[in-house]
């Protein structure tokens, strides 16, 4: 504790006697200043014990010491000690009457008493709160860092906690709650997820004090990370500001989870690497070999049914929130997953119904639904993404797999969507598949001279051709669709062919021309 009026009076060698304010000696002192100004305020700080002997006040005159003292208080001044037996036998009337007016204490300093030891005290005491202050704080330090090393950041949290008498919460990169200590804390840390969030949009190292939920605490928010973009954040709540001990403790706290921090981006750059050769196997058709290099850092999810993702992007910014959201789902729901990040594209294999596949859909949700937004308050082109997801498979399967998403992204990308499944392909119809601007050109280029010559005047090719091919070419029920005979039908069905250059004999000719008739009509 730094020193007070109180630890002051009770210092038997300076002999103090109160004369005024006896209920505000806990008050701290900040430092013991002497001054004979009759307005030393201008030279004030706060929280100073100021030593005078009234060389140049009138200490007798009552309605002068009121002013006086009123400004001292105004000032922050904490206490005033007045020397008797220089200038005044005894302390003024005037002066101690104010001081009681005001509630400043007034303490009465004996001649034999020199200011100069006053100040010694007080900055004897200031230092050795301060050495007291930095122990602790080493002590702390070696206590933190003990936890890190035997229990991880949990023990840390908890470690952190006790030392600042209040709650800690570790976030991950996607703002989400990793872990609390107590576990009381537990609700109140999320609901600081806003909080940071906005933190974590400044460039580390960054900090903020909130007030906690319902005003509970207080709270201190610091990002962890040496990058542009903190990878995750410390959440400290006290019921008051901290002390020199417990911002040493915070401090250390940062340090060891930050290190912790870049130690994992290390490890995880190492087990992209593997990932990377695992998925090479995978591709290559060698799970065996796959399954060997993975050991136990990818193996379980090679023995389960398993989502290849496959997205690309702008920029290779514009991929940094589904990595996020991927692999903070993976982490809290304690999912192996597999990301193989290449410039502008990334490749997930993640388990089949889990957590983090869940989290990259979502997150793709929430891009669908940002393109609602005007050009010029949404994302530029270098942050459009687009995903294709794999239907369930296993290792034997990879390269199916891989090839599924593929083809999903490409159709995602034709049809302007952030997202497709190929499980929606694959249930769904090819028509859909039409639209793309390169089949319609195909289908006009096909069926134009059909067009041309029914726009004479001449026939009725186009419509006879759909009647045809729509009842597989029967020609009697394809006639009576039209309302002609059949041996009209057969005439038309022969200039058709002349027209195209094509035989009807021909199974692909008459597909050809079914998806191009259902092209331009936009069925």
């Given at each position: 504790m730094p020193p007070t009026l109180a630890s002051l009076v009770h210092h038997s060698a300076l002999k103090l006697t109160v004369r005024a304010g006896e209920d505000r000696l806990d008050v701290p002192v900040r430092w013991a200043h002497v001054s004979e100004l009759a307005d030393p305020v201008p030279y004030m700080e706060g929280g100073e014990l100021l030593l005078i002997t009234a060389l140049k006040l009138d200490a007798e005159d009552p309605e002068a010491m009121r002013k006086y003292v009123k400004r001292l208080v105004g000032a922050g001044v904490v206490g005033l000690g007045f020397a008797v037996g220089v200038n005044y036998d005894e302390i003024p009337k005037a002066l101690v009457d104010a001081a009681e007016r005001e509630g400043l204490p007034l303490l009465e300093v004996p001649r034999r008493t020199p200011f100069l030891a006053i100040s010694k005290a007080v900055s004897a005491a200031i230092a050795a709160d301060q050495y007291r202050a930095v122990t602790a704080g080493f002590a702390a330090q070696r206590e933190l860092t003990r936890q890190a090393l035997n229990a991880g950041p949990e023990g840390l949290l908890a470690a952190l906690a006790a030392q600042v008498d209040g709650w800690a919460a570790l976030y991950d990169a996607s703002g989400a709650v990793v872990a609390t200590a107590p576990e009381w804390a537990g609700r109140r840390a999320a609901r600081l997820t806003a909080e940071v969030e906005r933190l974590r949009e400044r460039p580390a190292p960054a900090s903020s004090v909130v007030g906690g939920p319902d005003n509970e605490?207080?709270?201190?928010?610091?990002?962890?990370?040496?990058?542009?973009?903190?990878?995750?954040?410390?959440a400290v709540g006290t019921a008051s500001a901290l002390g020199t001990a417990e911002r040493y403790a915070v401090h250390s706290a940062i340090a060891l989870l930050t290190l912790t921090t870049e130690r994992s981006r290390s490890l995880h750059a190492a087990e992209q690497r593997v990932g990377a050769a695992v998925l090479r196997m995978l591709l290559a058709g060698q799970p065996d070999h796959a399954r060997g290099v993975a050991g136990d850092l990818y193996g379980g999810l090679l023995d389960a049914p398993f989502r290849m993702i496959v997205a690309d992007a702008g920029g290779a910014e514009a991929l940094a929130g589904l990595t996020e959201a991927v692999e903070s789902a993976a982490a809290r729901a304690g999912e192996a997953v597999l990301l193989v990040p290449d410039g502008k594209r990334l490749v997930v294999l993640a388990a089949d119904g889990g957590a983090a596949v869940a989290a990259g859909v979502e997150y793709a949700a929430a891009r669908e639904a940002a393109r609602a937004v005007p050009a010029e308050q949404g994302a530029g082109e270098d942050d459009e993404l687009v995903v294709?997801?794999?239907?369930?498979?296993?290792?034997?399967?990879?390269?199916?797999?891989?090839?599924?998403?593929?083809?999903?992204?490409?159709?995602?990308?034709?049809?302007?969507?952030?997202?497709?499944?190929?499980?929606?392909?694959?249930?769904?119809?090819?028509?859909?598949?039409?639209?793309?601007?390169?089949?319609?050109?195909?289908?006009?280029?096909?069926?134009?001279?059909?067009?041309?010559?029914?726009?004479?005047?001449?026939?009725?090719l186009v419509a006879s051709l759909r009647a045809w091919l729509s009842r597989h070419g029967q020609w009697d029920a394809a006639a009576a669709d039209l309302g002609v005979h059949r041996h009209t039908l057969r005439y038309r069905m022969r200039r058709v062919e002349e027209i195209l250059g094509r035989s009807l004999d021909d199974p692909d000719v008459r597909m050809e021309l079914w998806l191009a008739l259902k092209a331009t009509s936009g069925e």
């Open positions: 605490d207080r709270v201190e928010l610091h990002s962890l990370g040496t990058g542009r973009r903190p990878r995750a954040a410390l294709g997801l794999s239907a369930p498979s296993g290792p034997i399967a990879a390269a199916a797999a891989y090839k599924q998403a593929e083809q999903a992204l490409s159709v995602a990308r034709r049809r302007g969507r952030v997202l497709v499944e190929h499980d929606q392909l694959a249930s769904g119809s090819v028509l859909p598949l039409l639209a793309d601007d390169a089949v319609k050109a195909f289908a006009d280029g096909l069926l134009r001279p059909l067009y041309e010559h029914d726009a004479t005047g001449r026939g009725d």
